[in-house]
T-cell receptor, first 114, second 108 residues
Framework: EAQVTQNPRYLITVTGKKLTVTCSQN?????MSWYRQDPGLGLRQIYY???????DKGDVPEGYKVSRKEKRNFPLILESPSPNQTSLYFC?????????????FGEGSRLTVL | KNEVEQSPQNLTAQEGEFITINCSYS?????LHWLQQHPGGGIVSLFM???GKKKHGRLIATINIQEKHSSLHITASHPRDSAVYIC??????????FGAGTRLTVKP
């Protein structure tokens, strides 16, 4: 089944404790991206990747890192999480590098930083 | 001012009504996405448009590139259409700009 898989789905952590949210797609998609969704602010893009080893900042990249070493994986790294990073996170992928095809979303990861 | 504006913010309709959600954007785009987010939180892509009109079942999406405007129409609305509808503008460099979403409630 074609899908985008995020893990963990739910996580409660403490300030400063490094964490990684994994994202994997099995559709051989070129484009992958991360978003956060907050009440009153909607969806905002954190980082995106148009291909392996190519990543770019979105709207709100501060406090996050990403890597794209393989086509299928695009992990989101919070080196030193802070409470303002408490949010609902979505990973998505699309067939072509410029994201002009259908977007496939993961189920979301709800992160709470205490 | 947001680069992508949606209207209305909230919309309540009776089952069977024709619904229109509007999206205006101020950035140059290569494409525009319409997304649907159900109460459980999952997001589904409905349409990707770069010109003209697309139809899928009871859903129709249109875009006017010159006027920087897109609309999502739902014909014969049903309670299962209740969701948040989000438009997302895609500038050429592939980052995305999202509207705030329109919360649709369809009552039986």
């Amino acid at each position: 089944e074609a899908q985008v898989t995020q893990n963990p789905r739910y996580l409660i952590t403490v300030t400063g404790k490094k964490l990684t949210v994994t994202c994997s797609q099995n559709m051989n998609h070129e484009y992958m991206s991360w978003y956060r969704q907050d009440p009153g602010l909607g969806l905002r893009q954190i980082y995106y990747s148009m291909n392996v080893e190519v990543t770019d900042k979105g709207d709100v990249p501060e406090g996050y890192k990403v890597s794209r070493k393989e086509k299928r994986n695009f992990p989101l790294i919070l080196e030193s999480p802070s409470p303002n990073q408490t949010s609902l996170y979505f990973c998505a992928s699309s067939f072509d590098s410029y994201n002009t095809g259908e977007l496939f979303f993961g189920e979301g990861s709800r992160l709470t930083v205490l | 001012k947001n680069e992508v504006e949606q209207s209305p913010q909230n919309l309540t309709a009776q089952e069977g009504e024709f619904i229109t959600i509007n999206c205006s954007y101020s950035v140059g785009i290569s494409a525009l996405h319409w997304l649907q987010q159900h109460p459980g939180g999952g997001i589904v892509s409905l349409f990707m448009l770069s010109s003209g009109k697309k139809k899928h079942g009871r859903l129709i999406a249109t875009i006017n590139i010159q006027e920087k405007h897109s609309s999502l129409h739902i014909t014969a609305s049903h309670p299962r259409d209740s969701a948040v509808y989000i438009c997302a503008a895609l500038p050429p460099r592939a980052d995305m700009r999202f509207g705030a979403g329109t919360r649709l409630t369809v009552k039986p």
